[in-house]
């Protein structure tokens, strides 16, 4: 099993900056990539950024240029920079296994005030 636990968020006015940081344990070998998603009340939980084994990091189209993904498998932060009210959900880290199943961490609120 693969255990994450989340850090970070809160609230901040629009244009500000936050970070999100998700720590995992557990069978780490077994973790094929990391992610990101969100889920804003009344709608999809979204992909917001992913990172592979490999180091290849992805974005949604949303957040390219304002959302920032460092570290690795084991722990990575989301440095959420240029927030928008329309940023504003429960953000949820996600790890992908090889055959392990779908993990997913507490969720964090992240509010941005206009």
């Known amino acids: 099993q693969v255990q994450l636990v989340e850090s970070g968020g809160g609230l901040v006015q629009a244009g500000g900056s936050l970070r999100l940081s998700c720590a995992a344990s557990?069978?780490?070998?077994?973790?094929?990539?990391m992610g990101w998603y969100r889920q804003a009340p009344g709608k999809e939980r979204e992909l917001v950024a992913s990172?592979?084994?490999?180091?290849s990091v992805n974005y949604a189209d949303s957040v390219k240029g304002r959302f920032t993904f460092s570290g690795d498998i084991a722990k990575n932060t989301v440095y959420l920079n240029s927030l928008k009210p329309e940023d504003t959900a429960v953000y949820y880290c996600?790890?992908?296994?090889?055959?392990?199943?779908?993990?997913w961490g507490q969720g964090t609120q992240v509010t941005v005030s206009s």
């Open positions: 557990g069978r780490l070998y077994s973790i094929i990539s």
């Open positions: 990172l592979t084994r490999g180091g």
């Open positions: 996600h790890a992908f296994t090889d055959g392990q199943g779908n993990y």
